[in-house]
């Protein structure tokens, strides 16, 4: 099994790689190598990113 790396975008999405996502059934969803999840909420295509954040949303996590 590989590593997965989530990345935190600045006022943006969750950048995740090398992960499989599943639902709430337990059914797996389908993804890319790297996939943008919403973090804000105003995405109409959860749990990715479609971009509604832009302008709308700020977040800047830091270590």
């Given at each position: 099994?590989?590593?997965?790396?989530?990345?935190?975008?600045d006022?943006?999405?969750?950048?995740?790689?090398?992960?499989?996502?599943?639902?709430?059934?337990?059914?797996?969803?389908?993804?890319?190598?790297?996939?943008?999840?919403?973090?804000?909420?105003?995405?109409?295509?959860?749990?990715?990113?479609?971009?509604?954040?832009?302008?709308?949303?700020?977040?800047?996590?830091?270590?």
């Open positions: 099994m590989s590593l997965a790396d989530i990345k935190i975008l006022n943006g999405p969750l950048l995740a790689s090398g992960v499989s996502i599943v639902d709430g059934e337990g059914k797996r969803m389908e993804t890319k190598e790297q996939v943008y999840l919403c973090r804000c909420g105003l995405s109409s295509n959860k749990p990715f990113c479609n971009g509604s954040h832009k302008n709308k949303f700020q977040s800047q996590v830091r270590a």
